[in-house]
């Protein structure tokens, strides 16, 4: 029977550096927010049960945790130091420890933390039996850090950069704030520590020195060390895992002719072949297929979207799009349009919470919201489906193969029938039958000699 891996989380930082009023958790890396990067990692690597050590705004913080699942989450009024906060989670250590389970603790503002990284370091940690093992990297620039201090090869303890020597200060080694526990054993390491330090703060890293069997494992990823305190610092953040993204998705055949101005999330997924132009932003849970062509200038959220579609100049969010579907440029798809293939969208066209049928044409400067459109219908310029009639929302049924005229509005309840067509300057406001041709206008009258265009004339 495997051993239960539990996951702790610290999370209590305000974050003042940051100048913002949420806790420095939620800022976002690639529109995420740090804490969910590690909680991602930690549950990918096989964590049964994750708690997070709350302080300064927790009530946001356990806003985002329930918008995700359940967590049970510990306060730290206080701020006295990591373990001090790992003390907070008394309940959840002891739960482990009946478990016979190992308990990491990670930081919540180290956005790097892998699967790969937890998993190799748990394997260690197993296969060396050891009481805690702590995950280190090695850094060129270790200012700063704990240095993970060693005699004779053998590791002794981890030392905070204010309380190292001269000599320890030139050690490399350092600790990224990630370990792994036995749970049975950390309760009483926890117990052990005193605030003996130029901080007089109770360091999580003391309970190396006090543990009978430790370990280290360092990381082959030096980056799951980084974490911010400023802005700076969050930006720098951003620049690393927006390079690692698009290497990756080059790696796997996307063609990034030149990486300015785009941004794309760490849950992106794109085809092979798939040409990104600049001034791009994808984020969420999109997936894109192969040989389309986004961009540029575009902006893409929450959609799926499926082979040989170009979007050129396209803010589209929670949209379904089939495969050969083109639009663009300055189109506006909003959420819940599903658009079937073959569409061609023109120029300033926004779609709203709409089904398009396959091969309709919907040329430029029009608006579809709230509608069911059938296949192969062509909308002229100029068209509306007025969806809201101050107090209610109503839908607007097109069939296939209908022809709406340059500048018709359709008002809502309407359907529009197969093969009918409307003529330009409509306005329609009852249904039309299958084949016919609906025609809508107000009688025309002439005024002759206008007043107004005398006195224009005359100012002229």
């Known amino acids: ?22 806790p420095k958790v939620l800022c976002e890396v690639l529109f995420y927010p740090m804490l969910g990067w590690v909680l991602d990692a930690a549950e990918s690597a096989g964590a049964e049960k994750t708690g997070v050590v709350v302080g300064a705004h927790k009530e ?6 329930k918008s995700r699942g359940e967590y049970p989450t510990f306060t730290q009024s206080e701020r006295k130091g990591t373990g001090h906060a790992v003390m907070m989670a008394r309940e959840l250590i002891e739960e482990a420890a009946g478990e016979k389970a190992d308990i990491m603790v990670a930081c919540g503002d180290a956005p790097f933390v892998d699967k790969e990284t937890i998993e190799n370091s748990y394997r260690c940690h197993k296969e060396q039996g050891n009481d805690v093992t702590v995950v280190s990297a090695i850094l060129d620039n270790p200012f700063g850090y704990g240095r993970i201090i060693k005699e004779k090869g053998q590791f002794i303890s981890i030392t905070e950069q204010k309380d190292c020597t001269e000599e320890q200060k030139a050690v490399k080694e350092i600790n990224s704030g990630i370990y792994w526990f036995r749970a049975e054993k950390l309760g009483g390491l926890l117990d052990s520590l005193t605030c003996n330090n130029a901080a007089k703060e109770y360091y999580l890293t003391d309970t190396v020195a006090l543990a009978e069997k430790k370990g280290v494992y360092t990381a082959e990823n030096s980056n799951v060390v980084l974490g911010a305190n400023s802005r700076s610092q969050l930006s720098a953040l951003n620049k690393t895992a927006r390079d690692n993204v698009l290497s990756r998705l080059m790696d796997n055949g996307v063609d990034i002719p030149l990486t300015d101005g785009i941004i794309i999330g760490k849950d992106v997924v794109i085809g092979a072949d798939t040409v990104i132009l600049p001034g791009t932003i994808i984020k969420g849970k999109t997936i ?25 100049n396209v803010h589209a969010y929670d949209t379904e799009i089939d495969d050969d ?16 293939s073959k569409i061609r969208i023109g120029d300033f066209v926004e ?11 919907i040329a430029h400067l029009t608006y579809v ?19 809201y009639d101050g107090i209610n929302k109503f839908r607007t049924v097109i069939g296939d193969h209908c022809f709406i005229g340059c500048n018709t509005n359709l008002v809502p309840p309407v359907r529009i029938g197969n ?26 009258k002439i005024i002759e000699n206008w007043e107004k265009n005398f006195k224009r004339k005359r100012k002229a």
């Not at 495997?2 to 550096?17: F, H, I, P």
């Not at 779609?351 to 044409?361: L, Q, Y």
């Open 1 to 22: 029977m495997s051993v239960k891996k539990y996951c702790l989380v610290l999370a209590a930082g305000d974050g003042t550096r940051m100048k913002s009023e949420k």
């Open 60 to 65: 946001m913080v356990e806003a985002y945790l």
């Open 288 to 312: 894109i297929g192969k040989n389309c062509e986004i961009g540029p200038n575009s902006y893409i959220e929450n959609c799926t979207i499926g082979n040989e579609v170009a979007l050129d």
């Open 325 to 340: 579907v083109k639009a663009g440029p300055f189109v506006h798809l909003r959420p819940g349009t599903k658009l079937h």
């Open 351 to 361: 779609v709203k919470n709409s089904e398009i049928g396959v091969a309709t044409c």
């Open 369 to 387: 919201g709230d509608s069911d459109v059938g296949k192969d219908v062509n909308f002229g310029c100029g068209c509306v489906t007025a969806n």
């Open 419 to 444: 093969n009918a067509s409307t003529g330009a300057g409509s306005t329609i406001t009852r249904d039309v039958p299958e084949n016919a041709l609906a025609v809508e206008r107000a009688e025309t």
